[in-house]
């Protein structure tokens, strides 16, 4: 496999985006970016790590490690299901009726590298309904979250 495009990463996403205390967790589906279209599910800590995330690209997941050394795994989805090596998760959505505009900032540590990502998207607020099985990132449950729709996100190192 050639080796992956470096940063930046301009994508075109969609997400589901929930949080439990400083935990923040997503399903995301990128329709535009470096590598193609791809889906993903993941798991950010309070301290920004991502000690979980799974795609379904094998070029997202070498792009992943070697751009910013997260520990991306391979998966299969359908809808808002994610299943992977001994674990799944499923999660339904409640949207509530008002939109906002806002800005989406963050940045990534992970122990050899870091990840700034900066982009604007559409949010609804929304209910989350979780439902992991094999992992102990995501705390089953409702939870808060968010649907973001037509995010342009920029991910840099």
Not at 16 to 25: D, I, K, M
Not at 74 to 92: K, P, Y
Not at 101 to 124: E, I, K, N
Request: glycine letters at 10%.
């Amino acid at each position: 496999m050639p080796a992956p495009p470096p940063p930046p990463w301009r994508t075109r996403a969609d997400a589901v985006v929930w949080w439990h205390g400083a935990t923040v967790a997503a399903f995301v589906t990128y329709r535009e970016s470096p590598v193609g279209p791809y889906r993903e599910v993941l798991a950010s800590s309070p301290l920004g790590t991502v000690p979980f995330i799974a795609v379904d690209s094998l070029e997202s997941l070498v792009g992943g490690r070697v751009n910013w050394d997260l520990p991306k795994e391979l998966a299969a989805f359908r809808g808002l299901c994610a299943w992977g090596d001994g674990w799944t998760v499923e999660a339904d959505v409640r949207l509530r009726p008002r939109g906002l505009r806002v800005p989406l900032l963050g940045l990534v540590r992970q122990p050899r590298a870091r990840q700034r990502f900066a982009g604007r998207g559409t949010a609804h607020p929304a209910t989350v309904e979780v439902r992991p099985r094999g992992r102990s990132e995501l705390r089953p449950g409702r939870h808060r979250g968010m649907v973001v729709r037509d995010a342009r996100v920029t991910f840099r190192s």
